[in-house]
């Protein structure tokens, strides 16, 4: 029987095959075809703990026997609240306000709506948001609106709002980056700057320095300027800390989490806002509410699995994991780079990424992306190159073998193509 489901980012014109997958431990995920695959790419960032975290799925089950879902307008629920307490503990303290939602892009859309509502509870004109150069912050139009322009949003480009864009700050690049950020938040209509916290996922794993971080933060705060840090990707340790924010010692006015915020089991998104901002949206007047919602807002199940994430951080060796992964990667780069030639060997954290030479055109629709991931595919790992660049973005748990076998085909991969 063939399938009804149209997929997302697949092109289907292209008939590759689509592996069912019935089970998932840990790191593997098994096929119904007996296949098993090393799960390098988290299944898109999500996955932290592991596939089928024991104590998540527990929170889970345990919390389907009480109370599955709730309207969040006007009513409370106490996994809700924990998730909120324990997510104040944790995150930079100037954050007083949790606002729950259901992904990264509903999380930045939110972050969006409260930078423009605080301004217009201030009476203040300004609406125009900053961001930088290659980034990707999801695929609602407003996320994509603040994302990089190109093929993926060619199409719904007339709906898309403009935006000041500062250039991407790459090694020795920095201060045209900060100059650029300067001269659009000198303009007093600038309401914020939404930025990926030291590594520009989708945009090809690009990274740059704490200090550009910390110095964009400082422009911004200057200017008062709101500072949205999107830790959609970033947080939950893949850049070696908690947030990525945290090696720059900054606080953003609003954050944005989302994947590893359930350890990855189920789909929970929050932004996180200061007191200033949620005391703009406060009066006693219903029209001057935060008018956002979507219906599943604070799922009950969702929310017991993101308290389970928190719970996990707080009583296991998590940081102790994430520092042994992050030192394999750095190991495998080195390894790899000592006997085959590619460009661009880069690291933050856990996540590892290089570029393969192409003769294709480069960038995400490089036709040897769906190449590498048949290649990989065909030897059991699941890899998902963008475009011609490679990058290893593991659950904590995986093994140094399955960690092996990963680098061991991107070798081979290297050497082939
Ligand atoms: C930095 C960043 N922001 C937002 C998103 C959108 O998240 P979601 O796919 O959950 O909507 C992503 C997704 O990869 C992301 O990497």
């Not at 306000?97 to 009476?123: C, I, N, P, Q």
């Not at 139009?141 to 603040?146: E, L, P, R, T, Y």
């Not at 780069?333 to 954290?349: P, T, V, W």
């Not at 570029?355 to 590498?372: I, M, R, V």
Request: hydrophobic residues 45%; aromatic residues 8%.
């Amino acid at each position: 029987m063939t399938s009804s489901v149209w997929h997302p980012f697949t092109q289907h014109g292209l008939r590759e095959p689509i592996p069912m997958v019935e089970r998932a431990e840990g790191a593997l995920l098994h096929s119904a075809e007996s296949k098993s695959y090393i799960d390098a790419i988290s299944s898109w960032w999500v996955t932290t703990h592991g596939h089928c975290n024991p104590k998540i799925m527990a929170a889970i089950a345990e919390q389907a026997g009480k109370l599955d879902q709730i309207i969040f307008a006007g009513w409370t629920h106490e996994p809700a609240e924990a998730v909120a307490a324990g997510l104040r503990a944790i995150m930079p303290q100037n954050l007083s306000r949790v606002f729950f939602s259901d992904s990264g892009s509903t999380a930045v859309e939110v972050a969006l709506k409260m930078a423009l509502g605080y301004w217009h509870a201030r009476g203040e004109a300004r609406h125009r948001i900053v961001v930088m150069e290659h980034s990707y912050h999801g695929d609602t139009i407003g996320a994509m609106s603040v994302g990089a322009r190109g093929v993926f949003n060619q199409a719904y480009e007339p709906l898309l709002f403009d935006v000041g864009t500062v250039p991407f700050p790459a090694a020795g690049t920095e201060q045209a980056t900060l100059d650029a950020l300067d001269a659009i938040c000198r303009q007093n209509d600038t309401a914020a700057f939404i930025v990926e916290p030291l590594v520009l996922g989708a945009g090809g794993m690009l990274i740059y320095t704490p200090e550009t971080l910390a110095q964009m933060h400082e422009v911004c705060a200057r200017h008062g300027v709101l500072f949205i840090a999107d830790e959609v990707m970033t947080g939950w340790g893949r850049t070696g800390t908690l947030l990525a924010c945290e090696q720059a010692g900054v606080a953003p006015d609003i954050l944005c989490l989302s994947k590893g915020l359930t350890g990855g089991a189920i789909p929970l998104a929050v932004t996180m806002a200061t007191e200033a901002i949620f005391e703009a949206h406060w009066s006693t007047e219903r029209a001057k509410m935060f008018f956002h919602s979507s219906s599943y807002t604070a799922n009950p199940l969702a929310c017991a699995a993101a308290h389970a994430n928190l719970q996990i951080w707080r009583e296991e060796p998590v940081r102790e994991r994430i520092a042994t992964l992050a030192g394999r990667q750095a190991r495998w780069l080195e390894k790899l780079e000592s006997f085959c030639h590619f460009d661009n060997a880069r690291q933050c954290g856990t996540i590892a990424a290089l570029d393969l030479k192409t003769s294709g055109e480069g960038g995400y629709l490089d036709t040897l992306a769906p190449d590498l991931m048949a290649f990989f595919r065909e030897r059991g790992i699941l890899l998902r190159p963008l475009g011609n660049t490679v990058y290893v973005m593991p659950p904590y748990c995986i093994t140094e073998d399955q960690l092996a076998d990963v680098w061991n085909a991107i070798g081979e991969a290297v050497i082939s193509f």
